[in-house]
């Protein structure tokens, strides 16, 4: 029997990073991806990230060890295919988050393997993600919101013309916290019934 492997996708601010934390908290387990950019405080090698140096990236991706890689800000973030591997092995669901090329790019490779790839797209108003994006950003004390709000739309257009290529998409708007857990359990559920994991939906609803 395949495992389920949820990828998560979507435009800037949309809430993918949240969602995904969420899962895990319901018992999927989270694949690890590849990064060549620093450590930030409080992450550590081997949970947030493997970071490792543009070298060692760019010899993986030479050996065919990536199963998708982009390059954002002058920095290389990918998943490794050993992390397929590990999802195929696992007893749990498994989720990552990459973008909407790597979702695709994801759900090839695991044909390979007994894995059935769900590709979910977070999506959202563009007003809505630039709000999101931009409230982010004022915490980090970032200068020049004006110019960096133009570019965000730009990219924004991009990213969201994506959304028709993945298996479901969902409004970020959503996954508020007055209705967050309805939810993701309604995702969870249709996800692990569509690609045959009801065997874990019994598990946990008696765990629970």
Not at 29 to 38: N, V
Request: charged letters at 25%; one cysteine or more.
């Amino acid at each position: 029997m395949s495992n389920l492997l949820l990828t998560i996708t979507g435009p800037t601010a949309s809430g993918k990073t949240t969602l995904q934390r969420i899962l895990c908290e319901l018992g999927f387990e989270r694949l690890i991806t590849c990064t060549t950019r620093s450590p930030r405080p409080g992450e550590v090698p081997g949970r947030e990230y493997f970071f490792v140096d543009r070298q060692l990236f760019l010899e993986m991706i030479a050996a065919g060890e990536m199963a998708e890689y982009v390059e954002r800000g002058g920095e290389l973030y990918g998943l490794p295919v050993s992390q397929l591997l590990r999802a195929s092995q696992s007893d749990a669901p498994c989720v990552v988050v990459v973008d909407p090329r790597g979702a695709l790019k994801v759900a090839q490779k695991a044909r390979e393997r007994p894995l059935s790839v769900f590709a979910l797209f977070m999506s959202g108003s563009k007003r809505f993600l630039l709000e999101r994006y931009l409230k982010r950003e004022l915490g980090t004390g970032s200068p020049d919101l004006s110019e960096m709000a133009e570019r965000i739309v730009c990219l924004l257009d991009e990213e969201m013309s994506w959304e028709s290529a993945m298996d479901w998409s969902a409004m970020a708007s959503d996954f508020g916290p007055e209705n967050q857990v309805e939810v993701v359990h309604f995702l969870v559920d249709y996800a692990c019934r569509r690609m045959g994991r009801k065997d874990w939906l019994k598990t946990q609803e008696a765990a629970a």
